[in-house]
């Protein structure tokens, strides 16, 4: 964990070319640090009032005009990182952004590492990590729904629920702790009660924030909807349907599609992609048998499965061990309706009837798919989340488990208060209240120069 000490080890200036490589109309400097004013000084001259603009010329040593460029200084605490910073905004050309770089190094900035802006604004509680981490997210956001999302979690909608969440553990703890002293005394019933239902009241807000995190990984990443069934029931035409081009080869002959076909689709702002595998089935071709290994890998790691069988034929399905053991949802699809005449659409809860090949029951699959992968409506307090926030609040959610059952076969305060305090630092984990050097090396590197 860090100290207030630790805060104050950053002597050094750090200073980044923050806009992307390439040419630009402007580009920008970010320096950030005790000395960043008195760089910019130097460079610059006499600097603009705090947080205004200033046109100003940027000199090299010999006092030749590199730039002229767009001045800003942001006296620390309140700026990004917390400490002094100055953003300079020249034109957009490689050479001219570093040869400024090249001059506030010469006077005593230092180039900064991957994330290091965001991780000093870390440092000096400027913000917290799943803040930090949503800065990365909403910059690589590829749909508008995830960019969204990201910004969330950014301005705090994530961590305010983890906060929350830490809060009433610490009631919790306050509560159990204070009983320790009265161990040799017999535990009020009413009281024991009283802790067995703020657990409970606990474990299913956590197991709803849990959820709703997972929803936020896939958010973030973008959902994978896994096409299966026997060979030639029609998934790859269903494929092109969806993405409403000839991404897969279309033969009546069974087992056509051998590799996995992937589509990339946003429906609605949010980033699908939909993999086509060979057809399930039995055979002595090694081509397909690693077809059907593939298949089965895909479906186990997807969001959603589409599960196709031929109307005409719905008996003629095989048994997917992947399908069965995993909890991964199933859409069963009834294709080839033109033949059968049968229903079109939504025919029961998770089951509809289409016909890839003339497009008819297309559109309530479309919306039963949007459905359910939960995005029939992006909730408006939806965050993008981390695989790493989700294994934290697993550990949160066993914890809190534990804690149950020892409270529940009465094993004692004592216990009952361990419990609660891993629970509670899997949680400070999430957003760096419990950290170490390695973790926090291991997200800031990710970053890119500048951010
Ligand atoms: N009549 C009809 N034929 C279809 C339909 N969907 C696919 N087919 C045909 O069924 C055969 C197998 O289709 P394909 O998409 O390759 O199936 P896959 O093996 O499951 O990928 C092809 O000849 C398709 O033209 C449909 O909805 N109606
Ligand atoms: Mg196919």
Redesign the pocket.
């Known amino acids: 964990m860090y100290s207030q000490s630790e805060l104050q080890v950053h002597g050094d200036t750090i200073a980044a070319i923050s806009t992307p490589p390439g040419t630009g109309a402007i580009g920008v400097i970010r320096l950030s640090g005790p000395q960043s004013f008195s760089i910019a000084s130097d460079l610059a001259g006499d600097l603009p009032p705090p947080r205004q603009a200033g046109l100003r010329r940027l000199r090299d040593e010999a006092g030749m005009v590199i730039d002229e460029a767009v001045v800003i200084a942001f006296p620390g605490p309140n700026s990004f990182t917390g400490e002094d910073v100055v953003e300079l905004q020249g034109h957009g050309g490689p050479a001219v952004l570093e040869m400024i770089l090249e001059r506030v190094i010469e006077l005593g900035g230092r180039p900064a590492r991957p994330g290091e802006f965001s991780e000093r604004a870390f440092l000096n509680g400027r913000i917290d990590l799943a803040q930090a981490e949503a800065i990365a997210d909403l910059i690589a956001a590829s749909s508008r729904t995830a960019a969204r999302c990201a910004l969330r979690s950014l301005q705090g909608g994530f961590s305010r629920k983890i906060q929350m969440l830490v809060e009433d553990l610490i009631r919790l703890r306050v509560r159990v702790e204070a009983d320790l002293d009265f161990s040799d005394e017999d535990i009020d019933p009413s009281a024991a009660q009283e802790i067995a239902s703020r657990l409970e009241a606990m474990r299913s807000n956590l197991e709803e924030l849990l959820n709703q995190a997972r929803q936020g990984v896939r958010l973030g990443r973008g959902f994978v909807v896994v096409l299966s ?10 494929l ?1 349907r969806l993405a409403d081009r000839d991404v ?5 002959i ?4 051998r590799d996995l076909l992937r589509a990339h689709i946003e429906f609605e702002g949010v980033s699908v992609e939909v993999v ?1 595998t060979a ?1 399930l089935r039995e055979t002595s071709d090694p081509i397909e048998q690693e077809g059907v290994r593939r298949a089965n890998e895909a479906l186990a790691q997807a969001d959603l499965i589409l599960h ?1 069988l031929d109307d005409c034929h719905p008996e003629l399905s095989i048994a997917s061990e992947s399908l069965e053991a995993s909890d991964v949802p199933v859409l069963q699809i009834y ?5 059968s005449k049968g229903e079109a659409g939504r025919r029961k809860d998770d089951a509809y009837g ?5 497009g008819t029951g297309m559109q309530a699959l479309r919306t039963g798919l949007m459905e359910k992968l939960g995005l029939s409506e992006t909730p408006e307090n939806a965050f993008i989340a981390r695989a790493r926030h989700v294994a934290a609040l697993k550990s949160c959610l066993n914890g809190l488990c534990h804690a149950q059952e020892v409270h529940a076969e009465g094993f004692g305060a004592e216990l009952l208060a361990e419990e609660l305090r891993a629970a509670q630092n899997s949680l400070g984990e999430i957003t760096g209240q419990v950290s170490n050097e390695d973790l926090l090396g291991a997200i800031f590197s990710t970053f890119c120069i500048g951010k």
Do not use: C
Not at 248 to 252: D, E, G, L, S
Not at 354 to 358: I, K, P, Y
């Open positions: 069934g026997p060979p030639n029931v029609g998934k790859s035409s269903l092109n897969a080869i279309v033969t009546p069974p087992g056509t599609t086509d057809g196709l294709n080839k309706i033109d033949l289409v016909s890839a090949l003339e």
